[in-house]
Each structure stands twice: as structure tokens, then as C-alpha cells.
């Protein structure tokens, strides 16, 4: 997989205009000519290309972890492994006493509680009848214990910086211990904790701990049916290790007494390693959850020719300092094939792809997220032209900032590049407003799923397909305009 710079932009799209201009009257337009500074008596005219093929096109994948303090994933899905990794510091200098005494060493255990993220599941209309849930899982566990002493030692795990950390933890584990076991996973209630046994190994491991000590331990599922979603560090419930020391036992009166004396220690922080697996080296595929873009090139020559004749004038514009003014894009869409599999949704809901440009600012082109636009009309018909795994063969990306820096400063260069990457499921993609709301009938009405889905979407039979881009572009051309 071929790796170039990841351009990170915002998921979701704002919304500039209250209404469109597909469907509007004239009012919008004369609103966002108002806004941009132009005469409201300006001309708007569409220009099409058509049998469009891009100039490049390559995907980057970022192998860094990531950061997520709310949930964790364990297990594989759609051409990609998800491992989960917990940060755990502690400092107990009379329980590890006891903990590593030779007297204690045949009740020594240890396990791990996960709680089922039953926010997600509910947004995924995951069916209640539909457990309990079953599996028998070959879980691997990773781990790097590292050992200090005083309030000092624990207190400077938190001034590691999450950037810092996630940098360098698939180096680290190359070296960690690990061990495999087998766990049999029967979820009856979301509201219930999966109570995993530790290996052997790993609580012997800790018997080297004299005062206070890190813990980074690290679970694969790699053969896993599906993939596990459980509440991280900052969620209201959060993953814990519960270290048993010893059993005391007493007897009184006749009757014995057995009592655990054990330590539950909290994870402070997490990330998730995520890594590609996609059996498919030559396809054109975007992952959804992860870091990964498709980086793709609209040749230029194209669309200055197609300025060229519809104007009449010479583009690209090169007179003083090569800022062309002379129109200004209003909206700009691209057109391209599109599959109505719902094959690799994972959940399947339909998934957006969003879309950023590249903005000239000051001489430097600056990555920034698309805004759209909507279609009503054709949204109560077909559905919001931004997704994939739905019904319908076309799949329409709104390129409007990128295409209006593009035309102003071709004239030095520039290269009309986007940015595409897989977003947020969307469950109502029908639906015209692009805001949860509430319905006459009082019926709540979700947009987005609020989670990001571990999605894969193969683009490979239409990234080489010829496609169609439409330009609105508002111009003040001759007297009679």
C-alpha cells in the first residue's frame, strides 16, 4: 500500500446556504453573489465535461494508532485487523508485596473487563432478540510491563503526550510478550461486562512488580466473525484488569470462609492498531474508520479547453498577476460510476464519501473540507448523491471550492486535486433535511450514525471510467449580460 501525506478534514460538511441552488428560485443565487461580493445581475451559465478521465489517482494509508478514549474495537473486518491497546499505570506497594510472595503464587490470576458499547449498538439497530451473542474467539495478548517506584513514576505516565505514545507503539510491541488463549464470548446484555481470563504468563509477569508499574497491554481477535465495539477510558464505565493476590480462608465456629483479596486498576487511555490485510494489492479501495485517502487528479488541460470554448476567451488566464476573476464557480459537481452492492458496508447502512480540495491561501495550497449543497429534489428520488452501498449507478461529489481556487490561479499552475475518504453512515439517506429533527408524526429522525463504521468500498471498475463534471459559474460578460 503506497502511502503519500494524509490530508485530515472535517467528516461532516456544513451547510452555507439555507437553500439551493438546484431547486431555488433565483433568491440563493442572488444571496451568495451578494456574500462573494459580486453584482447580483451576474450571469450563471453550466459548462459540462463529459468523457472525463483523471490524470492520477492513488490511495495512502496512515498505519499510526489512534487515539480514542471512548471506544475500543478488537477483531477484523473487511481487508483490515483491529487491535486494541490499554494504558495502565498503578501504584500499590503492599498489595504487589504480598502479590509477589511465594506463598501467593498459586492464587495468583488475573482478568479483563470489557463493556460492550451498548451507545453503538443501539445506533446500529442491533435486534435485543438477537442474543445472546456466541463465539469462540483465539484471542492473542500483547503486553509491556514497566516497573518504578513512587507517585512520582505513576503520575508521569499522564504527562506522555498522545502523540507521543501512539508514534511509537507498533515499534514497542514488536518486543512486548504475548500469549494466546481461547475465549468463549456469550453476550446475553449489552449492559453486562465480558469477564476475559488472563494468561498465565502475564500475571506472573506482574510479580515483578515491587511498588508501581505501566501496563500496555495490547488484544488481537484476527479470526474474530465480527468486530467487537467496547466503551474506552473516558466512558462512563471503563475497562479495568482485576489482580487476584491471594484467598484467605478462615473458620469459625465449623464453617470455612473463603475471601478473594484482589485490585482492580483502571486503564487510563487507549488507541487502536489497525492493519491492512486487504488481499486485493491492486484494487482502488477506501477503508472506512481508519486513516486512509484516495488522492485523485482532474486533468486541467480539460477543463481550461472547455473554458476556452465556451467563453471564448484564453485560459488558463496569465495577464499581471495571473488571478482570474472573470467568473466565479458556484457550484461544481463531479459524476462518476458507482456500485449498488452493499457488500463491505459492515452494518449495512449507506456510508458517505467526503470530499476535500485544495485552496489556494496566500500563495499555499491549503487543504479544505468540500461543502455541500442539496439537491432536494433529487434526494427525495434517489437518495443523497455522496453515498455508497445504496441503490443507484452514480456517484455525484460536490468540488465547488477547489474548482473556484483551481480557475483563479491556473494561470500559476495550479492543479485541480480532491481528496476523498469514506465518512459517517448515513440512516436517512432520503431524507432532505441535514439535521436529526423530528417529523409532523413525531417520529425522531437521525441523519448520521454518530460512529464511524469499519467500512470498504472498492472503486477499482470506476476510478478508470470515463465521468462527467458540471460547472455553475456566475460571469459579467459583454453589455447585453
Partial sequence: MKKFKFFVFAILPMLLLASCIFDSDGDALVTWLDDQGFPSNYLVQTVEISDLELSSYEVGFDSTPRINYYQGVVGAVNGMQHDWVLDIGFRDKSFFAQYSADSSEEYRSAFLALYPDS????????????????????????????????????????????SLWVAGLRE????????DTTYKVKISSLDSALKIDLPHAFYEDLAKVTEAARVQLRISAPEAQRLYRFYGPGADVVPFLRVKRYTQTTVSDGDTTRRDIYKNIWAFRSA???????????????????????????PSERI?????????????????????????????QLKMGRSSSTEGSELGFPVQVVAATFVDSNGVDM??????????????KYGHPNLVFMEGDTLGLQLTQGMRSFINHAGKGAKMRVVLRMGYPMLAPYDTLYYDHITDD?????????????????????????????LWLATKRGDDE
Avoid at 451473542?133 to 505516565?157: C, H, N, Q, Y
Avoid at 514497542?172 to 500469549?179: D, G, I, L, Q
Avoid at 492493519?275 to 486513516?291: F, R
Wanted: aromatic share 14%.
Fill in 119 to 162: 451507545g453503538f449498538y443501539d445506533k446500529a439497530r442491533f435486534k435485543s432478540d438477537s442474543l445472546p451473542l456466541k463465539e469462540t474467539l483465539e484471542l492473542t495478548f500483547s503486553w509491556i510491563i514497566e516497573t518504578g517506584e513512587g507517585s512520582a513514576f505513576v503520575d508521569s505516565l499522564g504527562n506522555i503526550q498522545d
Fill in 172 to 179: 514497542s510491541f514488536k518486543k512486548a510478550t504475548s500469549a
Fill in 367 to 380: 487543504e479544505s473540507s468540500e461543502t455541500y449543497k442539496l439537491n432536494r429534489e433529487y434526494i427525495k
Fill in 304 to 332: 481550461m479547453s472547455a473554458l476556452n470554448e465556451f467563453y471564448g476567451d484564453e485560459f488558463p488566464y496569465t495577464e499581471g498577476d495571473s488571478n482570474d476573476v472573470r467568473q466565479a464557480v458556484v457550484l461544481a
Fill in 442 to 470: 413525531g417520529d425522531s429522525v437521525y441523519i448520521f450514525m454518530d460512529y464511524q463504521t469499519y467500512s470498504r468500498y472498492d472503486f477499482t471498475d470506476y476510478i478508470s471510467q470515463p465521468m462527467n463534471l458540471k
Fill in 272 to 298: 487502536i492498531i489497525s492493519s491492512y490485510k486487504d488481499e486485493c494489492s491492486d484494487c482502488i479501495v477506501l477503508h472506512g474508520g481508519v486513516l486512509e485517502s484516495l488522492l485523485v487528479e482532474i
